[in-house]
């Protein structure tokens, strides 16, 4: 194991630094915060998710959606249902794939997506306040290599890497 914090002098995994710890409690903080913000525009943070991804891509599949969103296929369904009641998604047939809906932001729902942007952006820059320009830089870069490390590998329960 590379990080000498997570294995004894004989290379043996003693105990884990509590990042895993960490993140979680970062990622439950986060989650309210950011809940506290979208609530009033009648937001969850799964819909401000979904909305975003959907106005970064011109086709997609309620799949991918779930995916993206990091919900069930069938949560992502009910979310898209419900956000296509409120206005601010459409559903269309794929033209070239029978089965497939594609799904795509409406105006109204560009215009309630700009009022989360705004709310989540102070959310962030309150987050990182304490940070400097190069630190941000460094900590995105670090989350984007977790993100990747923990995408691409499989850790064994009986091995360590």
Request: aromatic letters at 4%; one cysteine or more; proline letters at 6%.
């Amino acid at each position: 194991m590379p990080d000498s914090l997570l294995s004894d002098q004989a290379g043996n995994i003693s105990r884990p630094t509590g990042t895993c710890y960490l993140i979680g409690r970062l990622d439950h903080a986060l989650n309210r915060r950011m809940l506290e913000v979208l609530a009033p525009l009648g937001l969850t943070v799964s819909q401000y998710t979904a909305l975003s991804f959907l106005e970064s891509q011109t086709q997609i599949s309620n799949a991918q959606l779930a995916e993206r969103t990091m919900v069930s296929p069938q949560s992502a369904n009910e979310m898209v249902k419900q956000m296509g009641e409120k206005g601010w998604v459409e559903r269309t047939p794929d033209p070239f794939h029978g089965r497939v809906v594609r799904l795509s932001v409406t105006v109204s729902g560009t215009v309630v997506l700009q009022q989360a942007h705004a709310a989540v952006a102070k959310v962030e820059l309150a987050m990182l306040a304490g940070l400097t320009k190069p630190q941000r830089t460094a900590l995105q870069g670090g989350l984007r290599s977790i993100l990747h490390a923990l995408s691409t590998r499989k850790v064994s329960p009986d091995k360590p890497d």
